[in-house]
């Protein structure tokens, strides 16, 4: 599985970004994708994640994006979004697309995930 982030970049506080991930080489069912953000300094935390097992499962966020952030997954074209909305300073950071297969574990902390892309940068500015 490869894993290829766009969609971030610069935006003043209370403003909008979509991020988008291209992912190639899934070829089951049974899947968790996720996006983490790290700040230079910290490990990278989960902020939203969605289960897929045949069809979406359900999706978690973090406190800190709850209501304001949304995820969203296309499996037939291998797409995942995160639509951040009233972005602040404190959402900068370099996101990525994470993927890592099979159920068994919840797709939220603690769970790791073993697939990652690049990253894509956002920065907002107050």
């Known amino acids: 599985v490869q894993l290829q982030e766009s969609g971030g970049g610069s935006i003043q506080a209370g403003g909008s970004l979509r991020l988008s991930c291209v992912a190639s080489?899934?070829?089951?069912?049974?899947?968790?994708m996720g996006w983490f953000r790290q700040i230079p300094g910290n490990k990278r935390e989960l902020v939203a994640s969605?289960?897929?097992?045949?069809?979406?499962?359900?999706?978690w966020y973090a406190d800190s994006v709850k209501g304001r952030y949304t995820i969203s997954h296309d499996h037939v074209r291998r797409m995942l979004w995160l639509q951040m909305n009233s972005l602040n300073p404190e959402d900068a950071g370099m996101y990525y697309c994470?993927?890592?297969w099979g159920l068994g574990v919840e797709c939220k902390p603690p769970r790791t995930y073993v697939v990652w892309g690049q990253g894509t940068q956002v920065t907002v500015s107050s």
């Open positions: 969605i289960t897929f097992d045949d069809e979406r499962g359900p999706t």
């Open positions: 994470a993927f890592d």
């Open positions: 080489g899934i070829n089951i069912g049974g899947y968790c």
